[in-house]
T-cell receptor
């Protein structure tokens, strides 16, 4: 069976510090990978998605970046965090084999920028 | 421009009754519609989907109805249980696995015992 891991679960970082969130998927190959953010009381905002190693599409121009160094690894980074980067970050994967290609989400990372 | 709308931010229903969550969309090119359920501090979980060529899909207590002419879909939960209390997201996507998924803002359902 497939599983998705995200870490850390919670993170408190000062403004201006760097960020690295990691997501890995097990039990599947060649998945589509996604990073979402949910601000307090808001919906899911798609930040990045990837259809393959090194292939990243950015949905929201901001101080975040993403990388996919391996097939089942997706990393969200920032060189300098802003207060507005606080939120709940979710990684997700979807298969390409069968419609409706539903997404499976990780447990999330609660980021608080102080 | 919000392509997927959930106009009710919250809904309260008595245990045992029917919960109806609504969703509207603007893009007639969507091919699949999906519902996700999310508890606080957890990732969303996939509930049920429907293809644009169908008008109903049922899975246990959950049924999704699609009205393409009105660009409207709804999720029915019967009977509602306290464990159904969560935020429900409607989502839509195109035909291929490369298409993005567009999420609505969510509806918070409270099932009152």
């Amino acid at each position: 069976s497939q599983t998705i891991h995200q870490w850390p679960a919670t993170l408190v970082q000062p403004v201006g510090s760097p960020l690295s969130l990691e997501c890995t998927v097990e039990g599947t190959s060649n998945p589509n990978l996604y990073w979402y953010r949910q601000a307090a009381g808001r919906g899911l905002q798609l930040l990045f998605y990837s259809v393959g190693i090194g292939q990243i599409s950015s949905e929201v121009p901001q101080n975040l970046s993403a990388s996919r160094p391996q097939d089942r690894q997706f990393i969200l980074s920032s060189k300098k965090l802003l207060l507005s980067d606080s939120g709940f970050y979710l990684c997700a994967w979807s298969s390409r084999d069968r419609a409706p290609y539903e997404q499976y989400f990780g447990p999330g990372t609660r980021l608080t920028v102080t | 421009d919000q392509q997927v709308k959930q106009n009710s931010p919250s809904l309260s229903v008595q245990e045992g009754r029917i919960s109806i969550l609504n969703c509207d969309y603007t893009n007639s090119m969507f091919d699949y519609f999906l519902w996700y359920k999310k508890y606080p501090a957890e990732g969303p979980t996939f509930l049920i989907s429907i293809s644009s060529i169908k008008d109903k899909n049922e899975d246990g207590r959950f049924t999704v109805f699609l009205n393409k002419s009105a660009k409207h879909l709804s999720l029915h939960i019967v009977p509602s249980q306290p464990g159904d209390s969560a935020v429900y997201f409607c989502a839509a996507r195109g035909r291929t696995s490369y298409d993005k998924v567009i999420f609505g803002p969510g509806t918070s359902l409270s099932v009152i015992p």
